[in-house]
């Protein structure tokens, strides 16, 4: 195993700056995920890490070795890219031994190492099919197999449950971090659904505009966001968002008239974060119009008008609620968060 440690780390093309300045450690045998929108730089830094590119800025070490300028080949890391990469014309088994081949390898490790691979991953009835003749999900084990037959302390993988279906990603997830916790790998793992960061990562890097939005383990970051784009991009549904007026109580949801849902004055510029599963419907509280009911077997998320802004509330079960009901919404003071609509940032009040 060995832990990584990117420092400083820029990376730019002429005037495009793909990473502004990252630092984060990565412990040795964790799984950490690289989490963001498109463009964010997630698949950049995987690729600075891998030797594929070279950082403008900043040191890359795995290890106690510093490798920023290390070729791929000497920096001991195995890699599973979005696109299987199969060679069609090759077997299963010649598929994953390709790379120990290509390296030379003493080839009496060959067999014991395949079967290990095979048996790990479910392959050994398949070593002399093609991938033509595989499904998506094996042709991904294959990929995994290539990448796990090199005995590479750290693995890195971009997106690799991206061309699969929903049913088969949940499979694959679950099965990638048995994988990672068996053999004791250190991996890092791009991905922009937030699902497969939130159930599969010890620590969730999220990236924005090629900078650290934040990082922490994935319960800290559902519960504790730092910023309003944090709390936004984390959560189905999202966290609602919700602008505030001053009255002369305390603060407001605008246009709602009340009930206060912070004393004092002077923060009109914040506004109220609030988690769906954290809403309630009551006899007292926020008065609302339901908008819209949308039923999906375990829960119901409804989206009321309150104010000047639509609500969403995850409820459970079925509902009997129409669009236009007159209902209101209700919660606990402990699951409110503040952030400011300038910066962002998110602010405690008192």
């Known amino acids: ?168 990603r949940q499979e694959m997830r679950r099965e990638i971090r048995a994988l990672q916790q068996q053999l004791e790998m250190t991996m890092i793992y791009v991905t922009h659904d937030q699902t497969e960061a939130m159930s599969m990562a010890d620590q969730v890097i999220l990236l924005r505009d090629g900078k650290i939005e934040q990082n922490a383990p994935p319960a800290e970051l559902y519960a504790q966001p730092a910023t309003e784009f944090a709390a936004r991009f984390i959560g189905t549904p999202p966290m609602n968002l919700l602008p505030l007026a001053q009255e002369a109580a305390g603060l407001v949801i605008a246009g709602s008239g009340g009930p206060v849902v912070a004393a004092g004055s002077g923060n009109e510029q914040w506004q109220l974060g609030l988690r769906p599963e954290h809403i309630r419907l009551a006899d007292a509280g926020v008065a609302a119009v339901v908008e819209t009911v949308e039923y999906f077997g375990a829960d119901t998320i409804v989206g009321a008008r309150a104010g000047a802004a639509t609500v969403l509330v995850r409820a459970p079960g079925q509902l009997t609620l129409r669009a236009g009901d007159q209902v209101r919404l209700a919660w606990d003071a402990g699951h409110q968060y503040f952030f400011d609509r300038q910066t962002g940032m998110r602010r405690h009040p008192g």
């Open 1 to 168: 195993m060995a832990a990584i440690s990117l420092q400083g780390i820029t990376k730019s093309w002429g005037e495009a700056q793909a990473v502004k300045g990252i630092d984060f450690e990565v412990k040795s045998g964790d799984f950490t995920v690289l989490l963001g929108p498109s463009g964010c730089g997630k698949s950049t830094t995987l690729r600075l890490i891998a030797g594929l590119d070279i950082p403008t800025t900043g040191t890359i070490r795995i290890g106690e070795r510093d490798v920023t300028r290390l070729p791929p080949a000497q920096r001991k890391i195995a890699m599973v890219f979005q696109s299987y990469a199969l060679f069609p014309h090759l077997n299963v088994r010649d598929n994953i031994l390709f790379g120990v081949r290509v390296r030379k390898e003493p080839k009496q490790n060959f067999e014991p190492r395949l079967k290990r691979v095979a048996d790990i991953l479910g392959l050994s009835h398949l070593l002399d099919r093609r991938p033509g003749q595989l499904s998506g999900g094996q042709q991904q084990r294959v990929a995994l197999g290539r990448a796990i037959i090199a005995d590479a302390p750290v693995c890195l993988m971009d997106e690799p449950l991206s061309n699969l279906d929903a049913q088969l």
